[in-house]
């Protein structure tokens, strides 16, 4: 575990799912970066600062859950601070921190992605306001989808997304938010790169079990 020591003072912006529980409101969500201290966790309602909040971080192997406090609140989130560690969730944490760049060397998305993304495609429907559009999604990870669009969204925008999930099942609605953007005449399909940021618990397992399936064929 030497190795796993030299985190200290290391950012890194990366995408996983989160977990959170405050006041007796529970959100599945994900992450925008982590360091040893702390998380920023994405959603649309923070809870207010200095407010306890219990965190299920969905990395790799980690099972406990954390104890932190929210430090800073901004437009699209919040910041936690740790303020109860296990070794064991001490250890999964320091691992992440290992597994890519340092926050602000890469704005690239796949750089971010901690988890796999799978190469799949379903019908998703994008709704901001009162505007609802159906479009395909090219593939999906935990932590988002990237849906094919000549008219992607602007960045930082909230939107509503609504998956129709070949698994039989009824669409799945869950909260976003667009962090990237490929125009029309670039190499890639035009489209959007959307982060989930507000889902239930129904959701999650959903997701977890549909993705269990892709990582099978």
């Keep these: 575990m030497g190795a ?24 599945q969500t994900t992450s925008r970066d982590l360091d040893e201290q702390s998380i920023f966790i994405r959603c649309v309602l923070s809870p207010a600062r200095g407010e306890k909040v219990v965190l299920r971080l969905y990395l790799p192997g980690m099972t406990d859950s954390v104890q932190a406090e929210v430090e800073e609140v ?19 944490i320091r691992t992440a921190l290992l597994a890519g760049p340092t926050a602000g060397k890469s704005s690239s998305p796949e750089n971010r992605r901690l988890l796999p993304r799978f190469q799949d495609r379903f019908r998703v429907t994008l709704r901001i306001g009162e505007r609802r559009t159906r479009h395909e999604a090219l593939n999906l990870s935990a932590s988002g989808c990237f849906v094919e669009t000549e008219t992607p969204p602007p960045l930082n925008q909230v939107v509503q997304v609504t998956l129709e999930l070949p698994d039989g099942k009824p669409p799945a609605e869950v909260q976003g938010i667009v962090l990237h953007r490929l125009l029309p005449g670039s190499a890639q399909p035009a489209g959007a790169g959307v982060q989930f940021m507000g889902a239930d618990d129904a959701f999650r397992a959903r997701l977890d079990g549909y993705l269990e399936g892709l990582r099978k064929r």
Aim: hydrophobic share 45%; glycine share 10%.
């Design 74 to 92: 901004e437009a699209d989130g919040f910041r936690a601070r740790f303020v109860s560690l296990t070794e064991d969730a001490r250890h999964h």
């Design 4 to 27: 796993l020591w030299h985190t200290a003072g290391m950012r890194k912006g990366m995408a996983f799912p989160v977990r959170f529980v405050s006041a007796g409101q529970t959100v």
